[in-house]
Nanobody, 124 residues
Framework: VQLQASGGGLVQAGGSLRLSCRAS????????LAWFRQAPGKEREFVAS????????DYTDSVKGRFTISRDNVEKTVDLQMNSLKPEDTAVYYC??????????????????WGQGTLVTVSS
């Protein structure tokens, strides 16, 4: 599975961005998908995840009500709609795909495949 993220950029606080991640490989549609982020000097942290069916999603508390994760198994994409952005959302955002059979998880150890990252900068 290969993952290619796009959509990052510079936005003012209160603005919106939509990140997209395209997966390749025939097993991509059968994997848990997620977004993580890593701010300068900090560890990579969980942002959101979505199960294969798309029926179950999970978010870290700091983005609940502002971010929405979605997936399209035909197009093999997972998107992250980010609204009401705050300066503390500034980070490199990574999409990730879980190991085969993995359940919903916030741990980086669950995810076997990672995209290259896309930078989101939110100015105050």
């Amino acid at each position: 599975v290969q993952l290619q993220a796009s959509g990052g950029g510079l936005v003012q606080a209160g603005g919106s961005l939509r990140l997209s991640c395209r997966a390749s490989g025939r097993t991509a549609v059968s994997r848990l998908l997620a977004w993580f982020r890593q701010a300068p000097g900090k560890e990579r942290e969980f942002v959101a995840s979505i199960t294969v069916s798309g029926n179950n999603v999970d978010y870290t508390d700091s983005v609940k009500g502002r971010f929405t994760i979605s997936r399209d198994n035909v197009e093999k994409t997972v998107d992250l709609q980010m609204n009401s952005l705050k300066p503390e959302d500034t980070a490199v955002y990574y999409c990730a795909a879980g190991a085969a059979g993995s359940s919903q998880s916030t741990s980086t150890n669950t995810y076997a495949y990672w995209g290259q990252g896309t930078l989101v900068t939110v100015s105050s």
